[in-house]
């Protein structure tokens, strides 16, 4: 099994930043993607960034130039840098690992953690 525990959210003015942690605890497989995925209210769970093990990214075109994703795998910590953040963004996230297990791939999902920007 594998635990995921976000922090680091919370209420932020227009044109602020928060910065998200994610801890993974558990049987962690080496081969994973690490990444963040939000939802607001009244629609559907979106990408916003990943970040595999070897250090390739992925970003949302909503958040291409101001989020930015990082991992340390010594110990199993992933991060979002949110910067310029807008109403827009406000939306619960989630942490998610996928890995690759034998050819066969396991999700995870954290608890998620509140974001909300006043406009």
């Known amino acids: 099994q594998v635990q995921l525990v976000e922090s680091g959210g919370g209420l932020v003015q227009a044109g602020g930043s928060l910065r998200l942690s994610c801890s993974a605890s558990?049987?962690?497989?080496?081969?994973?993607?690490m990444g963040w995925y939000r939802q607001a209210p009244g629609k559907q769970r979106d990408l916003v960034a990943t970040?595999?093990?070897?250090?390739?990214?992925n970003y949302a075109d909503s958040v291409q130039g101001r989020f930015t994703i990082s991992r340390d795998s010594t110990i199993n910590m992933i991060y979002l840098q949110m910067n310029n953040l807008n109403h827009e963004d406000t939306a619960v996230y989630y942490c998610?690992?996928?890995?690759?297990?034998?050819?066969?791939?396991?999700?995870?999902w954290g608890q998620g953690t509140q974001v909300t920007v006043s406009s």
């Open positions: 998610h690992i996928r890995m690759n297990m034998f050819g066969q791939l396991h999700d995870y």
């Open positions: 970040v595999s093990n070897s250090g390739r990214t």
């Open positions: 558990g049987s962690i497989f080496s081969r994973n993607d």
